[in-house]
């Protein structure tokens, strides 16, 4: 069974940082690329950061670029999320999600098979 695990998120005050951690399980981890999403209340889905399965192409949003780095660890079946320099805009439910098979990147949350639980990243003064 395909199952990813959310860890990290908090509370910080505007400005500061955070890491969130994504872990997968069930599967063969290295061959997919995997994403981070977000959803604040009273908001559609957004993506936040991409990444593909051996970790050396990345893209991230226009929103978060020069703030959050992704990446992973192959060997630990793990992603991560660095973000600084953090904003209340950036308040949400952080989600990590995986593609259904190898070799597809998308970018819209709808082809997306598999998704985390999903952990609270609330940015507040």
């Known amino acids: 069974q395909v199952q990813l695990l959310e860890s990290g998120g908090g509370s910080v005050q505007p400005g500061g940082s955070l890491n969130v951690t994504c872990t997968a399980s069930?599967?063969?981890?290295?061959?997919?690329?995997v994403a981070w999403f977000r959803q604040a209340p009273g908001k559609e889905r957004e993506g936040v950061a991409y990444i593909n399965p051996g970790g050396g192409g990345t893209s991230l949003a226009d929103s978060v670029k020069g703030r959050f780095t992704i990446s992973r660890d192959n060997t630990k079946n793990t992603v991560y999320l660095q973000m600084t320099s953090l904003k209340t805009d950036d308040t949400a439910i952080y989600y990590c999600?995986?593609?259904?098979?190898?070799?597809?990147?998308?970018?819209?949350?709808?082809?997306?098979?598999?998704w985390g639980q999903g952990t609270q990243v609330t940015v507040s003064s």
């Open positions: 999600a995986t593609p259904p098979r190898e070799g597809y990147c998308p970018r819209s949350a709808r082809y997306f098979s598999t």
């Open positions: 069930g599967y063969t981890f290295g061959v997919t690329c």
